[in-house]
C-alpha cells in the first residue's frame, strides 16, 4: 500500500495560509471603514441643562454623516430618533457620536429621552 504524501504537506501549509486569509479579509474590512469615517460631514449638537444645541442642523440629501454629541450638562441625556433608530445614552460630560445614513430630503427629529418637551433637534434634509 502507497503512502499519501500530500496530508502532512496540508497539515503544515493550511494553517499558514487560513491565517493569511483571515488577516487579508480582516484589512480589507477595516480599513474602508476607518478612513470613511474621518471624512464624513460632522455636526456637532450639545445636551445642557434640559435643551438640545442647536435645535436645527441642515444638511444635503444623499449625504453620509456623522453628529457628534456632548453631554455638557448635569444630568444624564438620551440623544434618539425614532424615524431613523438611532439612539445613544450620555452620562453628564459624555461625549459620543452617531452615523446617519444617506438621508432623503425632509425633516427628522431627535429628542431626549429624559427632558422631552425642551429637549429637541430637528435635521432638515435638502
Not at 12 to 17: A, E, G, K
Not at 88 to 101: D, N, R, Y
Not at 117 to 122: L, S, W
Amino acid at each position: 500500500m502507497k503512502r499519501n504524501n500530500v496530508a502532512p504537506v496540508l497539515f503544515n501549509v493550511l494553517p499558514r495560509l487560513l491565517r493569511g486569509l483571515v488577516l487579508a479579509a480582516a484589512a480589507f474590512l477595516i480599513a474602508p471603514v476607518g478612513a470613511a469615517a474621518t471624512d464624513l460631514p460632522t455636526y456637532a449638537v450639545v445636551g445642557k441643562d434640559g435643551r438640545l444645541i442647536p435645535d436645527t442642523l441642515n444638511v444635503p440629501a444623499g449625504v453620509r454623516f456623522k453628529i457628534t454629541i456632548h453631554n455638557q450638562g448635569r444630568d444624564a441625556i438620551e440623544f434618539e430618533s425614532l424615524q431613523l433608530r438611532k439612539e445613544k445614552v450620555l452620562a453628564p460630560g459624555a461625549k459620543s457620536f452617531v452615523v446617519i445614513a444617506p438621508l432623503k430630503p425632509g425633516e427628522y427629529e431627535f429628542f431626549d429621552e429624559f427632558h422631552p418637551a425642551t429637549g429637541r433637534t430637528r435635521i432638515i434634509v435638502k
